[in-house]
Nanobody, 120 residues
Framework: QVQLVESGGGLVQAGGSLRLSCTAS????????MGWFRQAPGKGRDFVAA????????TYADSVKGRFTISKDNAKNTLYLQMASLKPEETAVYYC?????????????WGQGTLVTVSS
């Protein structure tokens, strides 16, 4: 099973930027796409963005369109999430996921999460 390790979380001021990374141990035939989710304190886990391994087709949650950019480096099995104009309400644990569908409707593996704190 693919293993995922996130990095890049931390403390940032509102309006600031941060880049998250996620490295996969391998890419299996069951992993059609990769995605990012987030879970704010006391809330459920929400979809943020996804990208297919082949073709790089992207999908974003409406709340992050125009501010977040998902990308990948196939050679390095690494996924990125560039976040800009961050808001305090986006403080959350951000999770990387391996997905068996293009928009990450179905996930097959999760990382351990990385905390992003946006101060006001």
């Amino acid at each position: 099973q693919v293993q995922l390790v996130e990095s890049g979380g931390g403390l940032v001021q509102a309006g600031g930027s941060l880049r998250l990374s996620c490295t996969a141990s391998s890419r299996t035939f069951t992993t059609y796409a990769m995605g990012w989710f987030r879970q704010a304190p006391g809330k459920g886990r929400d979809f943020v963005a996804a990208i297919t391994w082949i073709g790089g087709r992207t999908t974003y949650a409406d709340s992050v369109k125009g501010r977040f950019t998902i990308s990948k480096d196939n050679a390095k099995n690494t996924l990125y999430l560039q976040m800009a104009s961050l808001k305090p309400e986006e403080t959350a644990v951000y999770y990387c996921a391996a997905c068996s569908t293009p928009g990450c409707g179905t996930t097959v593996a999760w990382g351990q999460g990385t905390l992003v704190t946006v101060s006001s």
